[in-house]
């Protein structure tokens, strides 16, 4: 079992052994693992209001995963486990954040997709989500934050 914080454990597929065998026998069977987890269906807003917050909570499969590629000259068959375990862990994490901080997620969010991206226009709801993620979810904010408690420098001209 690969803990990815103090308060969200990674279940792993069930029977993984078997999974991990199954990438070496063939396309069928490299298909089935890559399609053993549903993919997600969200925005590009929506991946850009969490991204920062996603990469430290997925970090250890994602470098998993890329190990994996550099390991087998990029080959996808090979690490299609690995690529599963990532969209796993990216779901979970989806799932955690709208229970924990929906409310602020999707203000930051929202004000993302409606000004184009641009995060320098969404502080406020930015520091409001990272302070709810920092608070709720147990993540440590290993990035640089903007006009929380965590906050390196103030970046309210920004």
Not at 21 to 50: H, K
Not at 52 to 75: I, P, Q, S, Y
Not at 93 to 102: H, N, V, Y
Request: aromatic content about 8%.
């Amino acid at each position: 079992r690969i803990l990815l914080s103090a308060h969200f454990p990674l279940p792993l597929i069930v029977n993984t052994r078997h999974l991990e065998n199954m990438a070496s026998a063939g396309d069928d069977a490299v298909y089935a693992i890559a399609t053993s987890v549903p993919e997600l269906n969200v925005t590009s807003s929506v991946l850009t209001a969490a991204a920062r917050h996603l990469g430290e909570h997925c970090k250890l499969v994602n470098d998993a995963f890329t190990k994996c590629k550099v390991a087998n000259g990029g080959d996808p068959k090979k690490c299609a486990f690995a690529g599963a375990q990532v969209t796993k862990c990216t779901r979970d994490f989806f799932t955690a954040l709208k229970t924990s901080c929906g409310e602020t997620f999707d203000a930051q969010w929202k004000c993302l997709d409606v000004n184009n991206l641009e995060y320098h226009k969404c502080r406020e709801t930015q520091s409001k989500n990272d302070e709810c993620v920092f608070d709720k979810m147990g993540l440590t904010g290993a990035f640089a934050t903007y006009d929380t408690s965590r906050s390196y420098s103030s970046y309210h001209d920004a």
